[in-house]
C-alpha cells in the first residue's frame, strides 16, 4: 500500500497544479523573475501639475502631498499628462518622453 501512495503523490500533485493552481491565477510557474530588480514608484507629469511654478520637486514633497506612499523606494517620472510649469524635478529616473516635457517646459529633471 505504501508503495501505491509514493507513486501516485506526483501524478496527483500535477494534475493540482495543472487544474487548481494555474487557473485561478494563485501562483505563476512560468518564466524567470529577476529577485533583483527595480520596482519603481510611478509618477505621472499630471501629478507634478500640482506644484506651484518654480518649485523643487523631490520625495519629500512628494511624500507631503500624498502621492507617494514611501520614501524609500525609487521613483520613476512617467509622460503621461502634461506639464504646463516650469518645475525642478529631483527624482530617481524618467522615462524619455517625461524628461523632454519637464525641458520644453523650462525646468529641469535631474537624477538623484
Known amino acids: 500500500m505504501d508503495t501505491t501512495v509514493k507513486s501516485l503523490a506526483p501524478a496527483v500533485r500535477s494534475i493540482l497544479v495543472s487544474r487548481v ?11 524567470f523573475k529577476n529577485m533583483f530588480r527595480t520596482e519603481y514608484q510611478e509618477v505621472s507629469l499630471a501629478d507634478l501639475e500640482s506644484f506651484d511654478a518654480n518649485a523643487t520637486v523631490n520625495p519629500e514633497s512628494l511624500l507631503d502631498r500624498g502621492i507617494i506612499k514611501n520614501v524609500r523606494r525609487p521613483i520613476k517620472v512617467l509622460g503621461n499628462g502634461e506639464l504646463k510649469k516650469a518645475l525642478t524635478v529631483n527624482l530617481h529616473a ?15 529633471a535631474e537624477v538623484i
Request: net charge positive.
Open 21 to 31: 493552481v494555474k487557473p485561478l491565477g494563485i501562483a505563476d510557474y512560468r518564466g
Open 94 to 108: 524618467f522615462t524619455g518622453s517625461a524628461r523632454t516635457a519637464i525641458e520644453e517646459a523650462g525646468g529641469k
